[in-house]
């Protein structure tokens, strides 16, 4: 991990909420452009396509990526992203998987982790994940809630 990213991860623990959210931008900075000018356009352009409806062509795109580039942990988090909302969620699963093995501090893929987990109604493994995005991210009530959500339905 980098020093950056070392400073970064501090900042999201801290009581400011300013310093928080700068944090947090420039860790999502830092993940897009960890492949340079290059593997951002990557990004932007299945993300262009995506929201054009043109899901199959932002999915050849970013497998592409991950097939030419499999350290680009944002490429996996945002093919993890477009399985997602096509309720694909063991495909969003394994590469969310793939994004925190590579990057085990990546908020985002753990909190799709939960998400796809719970859309399958696996409460407990959508909590663990959960847990495991507030500790990185420990001021994201989000998380928090839907720990609760998941609770909830296991009682």
């Known amino acids: 991990m980098s020093p950056d990213a070392q400073s970064l991860l501090q900042n999201l623990q801290a009581a400011d909420a300013n ?6 931008a420039a860790l999502w900075r830092l993940w897009y ?10 990004l932007v352009r299945s993300q262009n396509l995506l929201d054009e409806g043109q899901a199959a062509k932002a ?14 942990a944002e490429a996996w988090n945002r093919r993890a992203v477009l399985y997602y909302v096509q309720h694909r969620y063991w495909q969003a699963i394994a590469d969310c998987e793939k994004v925190v093995e590579l990057v085990p501090y990546h908020f985002g893929a753990l909190h799709g982790l939960g998400l796809s987990h719970m859309s399958l109604g696996n409460h407990t ?14 001021y994201a009530t989000m998380n928090e809630r839907l720990i609760l959500e998941c609770t909830a339905k296991l009682s």
Not at 59 to 72: G, K, Q, R, S
């Open 19 to 24: 310093v928080r959210q700068v944090a947090t």
């Open 33 to 42: 452009t960890q492949k340079g000018a290059y593997g951002a356009q990557i």
């Open 125 to 138: 493994a959508a909590i663990q994940a959960f847990r495991r995005a507030l500790e990185v991210q420990p």
């Open 59 to 72: 999915e050849t795109i970013l497998t592409e990526a991950v097939e030419t580039m499999p350290d680009f």
